[in-house]
């Protein structure tokens, strides 16, 4: 007896990545180790090109040259965060904190100092990769039981919708980078708990992430920032002076 073949089951979406860096060996290596972790990749050497490049490809992930000739790093990401949410890490030949500061202040999810292991950025980007989250394309489950498990944190006048991953604050939305709004749930999904940067490093960037831990004062700097609080008026994310952070109350 004769049976009907099985469907194919559907591939996997493929993920994309755009290499941004002027030193064009150190391009080809970094992308040559994305494409054998299954990326498909794309390599350019200037700035301004960049920006229209990652607007046409769309990519999961840009690794960037914090250095770049004319249009810099800083201001590529600054200009990517206008219209994309993919992940972005930085690269930089000079390790002052500033250049640190500056580049994760505009949007980068994370940054390594040039001579670096192109296993230790493969690490990293598996960090950023293994956060769990439903895909803007997924189709919401219609059942009762997913609409009483849709999660929603309020803090004062700020909401945040943990499935949506979607930020209010008084009603309007806040534009948060994927990993502003992971350093924020994860602070406001443990209300009255003391985070330490350990604690949210491990959260938000795994557990098998490795570098400087001072990363988290910088997402939660510019989280502050977009939501209208500085360091004095602490409404939604407070400082914990020796320990960590934990989130307000919204007054």
Do not use: N
Not at 20 to 31: G, P, S
């Amino acid at each position: 007896m004769s049976t009907a073949p099985h469907a194919a089951a559907p591939a996997p979406a493929e993920r994309r990545a755009v290499v941004v860096d002027d030193e064009q060996a150190l391009a080809r290596l970094v992308a040559g180790y994305l494409e054998r972790d299954g990326f498909r990749t794309t390599v350019c050497h200037d700035g301004a090109e960049a920006v229209g490049l990652v607007r046409d490809v769309d990519p999961d992930l840009v690794v960037l040259d914090l250095g770049l000739p004319g249009l810099d790093g800083v201001e590529v990401c600054r200009r990517l965060r206008t219209f994309t949410d993919c992940y972005v890490v930085m690269l930089t030949a000079r390790a002052e904190e500033v250049d640190t500061l500056i580049g994760l202040s505009v949007g980068a999810d994370d940054f390594l100092t040039k001579p670096f292991s192109p296993r230790e950025l493969m690490a990293r980007v598996a960090a950023l990769l293994r956060r769990p989250r439903r895909s803007p394309t997924e189709p919401a489950r219609a059942s009762a039981a997913a609409e009483d498990a849709h999660e929603v944190l309020e803090v004062g006048a700020l909401r945040v919708d943990v499935d949506a991953r979607e930020v209010r604050v008084d009603g309007t939305e806040v534009p948060l980078t994927r990993t502003e709004f992971d350093v924020l749930a994860a602070l406001a999904s443990r209300p009255g708990r003391v985070l330490s940067r350990r604690a949210l490093i491990d959260t938000v960037w795994g557990q098998g992430w490795v570098g400087d831990e001072h990363l988290v004062d910088v997402h939660v700097l510019h989280v502050r920032q977009k939501l209208g609080d500085t360091a004095e008026a602490q409404r939604y994310v407070r400082t914990v002076r020796g320990v960590g952070y934990r989130i307000g109350t919204g007054a």
